[in-house]
């Protein structure tokens, strides 16, 4: 039982929509993360790209879909690739409706989904807790670098799935590790090795 019902802002993936499947596994790790928090009893507002779809209803659950083109993935970049933000981006504008609704509904926390430069560097803005949930190991030199020195300020505001994928990056201290879950009811055992 929880003391304390969180009022929490999620913020998805620019790269698509949630259910596109460009997302990869944060698509699989969002959905999981809201169907836990509910369970606990946490308010969530999730904000994603148009066209977002989440498996399941709650009044726990609120959406926010902003329009916009789609993020590059840094997957896609040379190592050495420069931030890029494309006119008429989803990425400013998912932020943008993150910060009103930080500050708008007294949220407790905003918490990253993207792997991407902006979000991160808003994290040394004052006045609200940006976390953030690294799903890659160092695609670039730039994320590297951001990662890297939000780890120095605020290391208790990153997570990481794995201690590997962490190593990629100067930690300043051990990192949290959040592994992916799913829920076993979406799957099935099959005992062929086809």
Not at 72 to 79: A, T
Not at 101 to 106: D, M, N
Not at 151 to 160: E, K, R, V
Not at 165 to 178: E, H
């Amino acid at each position: 039982m929880i003391n304390k019902q969180l009022k929490l802002i999620l913020v998805s993936t620019p790269i698509g929509y949630l259910g596109s499947g460009r997302g990869g596994g944060v698509e699989l790790t969002i959905i999981s993360l809201i169907k836990g928090l509910i369970l606990l009893g946490h308010k969530i507002t999730l904000v994603a790209p148009k066209g977002s779809k989440v498996p399941f209803e709650s009044e726990n659950l609120e959406i926010k879909l902003i329009d916009g083109i789609d993020q590059p993935s840094w997957q896609h970049q040379k190592k050495t690739a420069s931030v890029l933000i494309p006119s008429n981006s989803v990425l400013p504008r998912l932020w943008e409706v993150a910060i009103d609704l930080a500050i708008s509904k007294e949220s407790d926390a905003v918490i990253n989904f993207a792997y991407d430069w902006l979000p991160l560097w808003l994290t040394k803005m004052k006045g609200m807790k940006i976390f953030h949930l690294i799903s890659m190991g160092a695609e670039s030199i730039v994320m590297k670098e951001i990662i890297s020195e939000i780890s120095h300020l605020f290391p208790s505001q990153l997570a990481f799935h794995t201690y590997r994928q962490a190593q990629d990056y100067s930690l300043s201290s051990d990192p949290i590790i959040v592994g992916n879950g799913f829920d076993k009811k979406n799957y099935s055992f099959n005992e062929s090795e086809q």
